[in-house]
């Protein structure tokens, strides 16, 4: 369900609608709890690098500004264009699954899978990777709740973690943010 132009809205709550290279893995039963500790873990690092490379440094008050802040700025985005690039050419050497349109939070996904469907109530792990300079893919154990004609797929995620879903609340809050922001900037005419 999408309110407004600016909000995607999943399960009720803020979610990230985005093209992004996914991926569903069924699997015969839903994962143990060694294993879902092991992904909570894995998808905890990989969201935290994410948060430190999306995080944007810059003087956002006055009173705020420091000396160096203008060095400091230029050495961040020469150290996340660096890790970009690394990225590139790490996930140029992958073999990724092709991008598709997801909307996705902390709860659950949708997105449109090619044939053969999933299973409704079927078990597996979504694989969705968040941003082309992280070459691992955030690895959701998920159980399918519907399926539709036209390849339309509706999960929810199962034993993510607390840790682990408070920081995809904050990817998905962050890159609505960004999104607003980014459409109320007015086009430059040269």
């Not at 092991?38 to 999306?54: F, G, Y």
């Not at 036209?150 to 999104?179: C, D, I, W, Y």
């Amino acid at each position: 369900m999408q309110e407004g132009t600016d909000t995607v809205v999943l399960y009720d709550e803020l979610a990230h609608d985005d093209l992004l290279p996914l991926a569903w893995k069924a699997h015969a039963m839903p994962l143990d709890a060694g294993a879902a500790a092991a992904l909570q873990d894995r998808n905890l690092r990989l969201l935290q690098a994410c948060a430190a490379i999306e995080e944007h440094t810059g003087i956002e008050k006055q009173e705020e500004a420091v000396a160096n802040a203008a060095d400091l700025s230029r050495i961040d985005l020469k150290i996340n264009l660096i890790l970009d690039l690394v990225g590139q050419l790490v996930s140029a050497t992958q073999n990724r699954p092709a991008p598709r349109s997801i909307r996705f939070n902390a709860r659950g996904a949708e997105w449109t899978e090619p044939a053969p469907m999933p299973a409704v109530s079927s078990h597996g792990v979504l694989e969705l990777f968040i941003r082309e300079s992280l070459p691992q893919p955030l690895v959701l154990p998920a159980q399918i709740v519907s399926v539709g004609a036209n390849g339309q797929v509706e999960a929810r995620f199962t034993n993510v973690g607390e840790p682990v879903a408070s920081l995809m609340e904050k990817l998905a809050f962050r890159r609505h943010r960004r999104r607003i922001a980014g459409a109320r900037q007015p086009i430059r005419r040269t």
